[in-house]
DNA sequence: TCGGATCGTCCATAATCTTGAACAAAATGA
DNA sequence: TCATTTTGTTCAAGATTATGGACGATCCGA
């Protein structure tokens, strides 16, 4: 059975027209004509008699009608309540986000959504630590996702701790580090925030180490700190889910281990009052799935990888 | 919106998986990953999120697969219908029919029934008046429609006149007979009934002739009697409906035409006790509008067709 | 860790459907 | 009665869908 030859059917059967309804509708006639003897040969039952040029529904035609028309209503409800489920899920998404692990998890965890709810556009705004951003631009977005280490406003989604990482290649040469206080002798890889140079707070269970190592390579890009480390130039503090994948290869491996940083809370608020709708709903779902455990991202993902010659890099983040 | 890709959509949700639904519905895995494709491109949307090589539902296909099983419970719903509508019009019709216009209308009838129901079988048994028919076959017979004068059981579906005809080239020749006592001087093409000859009974008004022609051709079947006519080797007492196309196109000329037969009832009884069945009840009403004002046979009829040359037949009737 | 099995997707070819044009029949108006 | 218009049906060419086979990715067991 033929949707397309029901809704056919259902035309010549109202019109009392083949001609009539091809007009009517913009079909041509003998598609109308093929679709119905089709449909009579389906359900190996005549459905018009023809008298003349007249079409005059058969009992088994009155019958069919009956049903058509409700099958062809329910394809329209079928439609109509996708299309709710998915209409809401589109239109734009304006997101902020601080800190600058975006393309690290932000940028997958919408492409997650994305793959999910096509029609959303995103708008991805990363107030980068370089740049302050104006506040009136809050009224501007959905939502904000931020990283801190306070309990701020909005729902928890993930937390994460910064951790000490340097590749195997600097292990064999300068050593692995036994204590924090160990730091002092090794080279350190340094992000610069726009207060100054940031310090690698460690604890564990109560005690708490806060070390600023000597270091020749300093930027105020995570990225490219990281890079640097999977160069071989020295160690560097950063969150464990950024060098997941790095550690997963081999090319950065974990220093003083069970030293890290206090959690910080990844988080994220709507910013407007609004009513809840479905793709406000939608995202939410998928961002609380993400970080959810056993969750497996299929997607693109960024990493540092390491060839032969730890001297050549490949290519990193472009930003 | 496609039935079929509704239906595979449904088999991959029930069991989540494209392979074990090709494997059980036996078709193949591109064939139901295509038609998948196709519904959410139809659809606009993502019915399924893609989880290595699991199947998840998204919320828009949960809320289709729930449409989806209404649509597909009613496109069945709509086939049993229809097919018990035309289920009961199916089996054997066993017709039993008295007298020899068999052809003339009980076939074209028969045709026309056919055209509604084409599963009805048709077994057709014509009590040829040469041929006497045991009184026990009419326990194997559905309906008997009988030819006859007087009032006798069953639904009166018809009257019918017998009346003179010949050739339009015989009347030139010989002339129109004006009343009932000038066809002595005329050749008539006389029926033989198994009890002798027919003889012409004629009626006008109160006023009735019973006439028997000399004759030199007499035959035990109309159709040759007509036949004869037609070529011109005299006149014929037919009943007017056998003769309705001949005369419309001209090979035949009614003579002495307000004088007919006393009318004759064509009715139809049903032989067997049974409860009103679809069919029974299919193919009484057929019977009903065949014969009812204003219904036009559409599809074959039998007639002698003269050609220039007269003496030259084309085809007449087989039996 | 690795080889084999299974999965869903894609591609080139075969099969089916759609459509414009043509046709025969019916209906209409002069 | 005849010419014209309109009807529903059919045909051949083009467009679309279905399918077997191939492929890369995932999963499982040794």
Tied chains: 1, 2.
């Excluded at 937390?159 to 204590?179: C, D, H, I, K």
Aim: proline share 5%; hydrophobic share 40%.
């Amino acid at each position: 059975m033929n949707i397309d030859a029901l809704a056919s059917f259902v035309k010549i059967a109202e019109l009392r027209s083949l001609s009539a309804a091809a007009k009517l509708y913009g079909l041509p006639k003998s598609t109308l004509s093929l679709r119905l003897k089709q449909l009579e040969a389906d359900l190996n039952v005549a459905l018009f008699e023809r008298s003349g040029r007249n079409l005059l529904l058969t009992e088994a035609g009155q019958t069919l009608l009956k049903h058509a028309r409700q099958i062809l209503q329910n394809c329209d409800a079928a439609r109509a309540a996708v299309s709710e489920v998915s209409e809401d899920v589109a239109g734009t998404l304006r997101i902020g986000a601080t800190g600058e692990f975006g393309t690290a998890f932000y940028a997958q965890m919408l492409i997650a959504f994305r793959r999910l709810y096509p029609n959303v556009e995103i708008e991805l705004t990363f107030f980068s630590p370089n740049v302050l951003y104006a506040a009136e631009s809050f009224d501007t977005l959905d939502a904000v996702i931020s990283w801190d280490e306070g309990d701020g406003e909005g729902e928890a989604l993930s937390t994460a701790t910064f951790a000490l990482f340097a590749s195997s290649s600097y292990v064999e040469r300068f050593g692995q580090p036994q204590q924090p206080a160990d730091l002092a002798d090794h080279q350190g890889i340094v992000y610069r925030t726009p207060a100054g140079l940031q310090h690698w707070r460690l604890q564990k269970g109560a005690a708490q180490e806060s070390v600023l190592p000597r270091s020749s390579l300093i930027a105020n890009d995570y990225w490219t700190v990281k890079y640097f480390a999977v160069a071989g130039e020295g160690i560097a503090y950063l969150p464990r889910f950024f060098t997941a994948i790095e550690c997963e290869r081999g090319h950065l491996v974990p220093l003083l281990d069970d030293w890290a940083s206090a959690e910080r809370r990844v988080s994220i608020r709507l910013t407007r009052p609004h009513a809840p709708s479905r793709k406000m709903s939608a995202f939410m779902d998928v961002c609380r799935r993400y970080f959810s455990p056993g969750f497996v991202f299929q997607g693109p993902r960024y990493y540092v990888e390491a060839i032969f010659d730890p001297t050549q890099p490949k290519e990193g983040k472009r930003t």
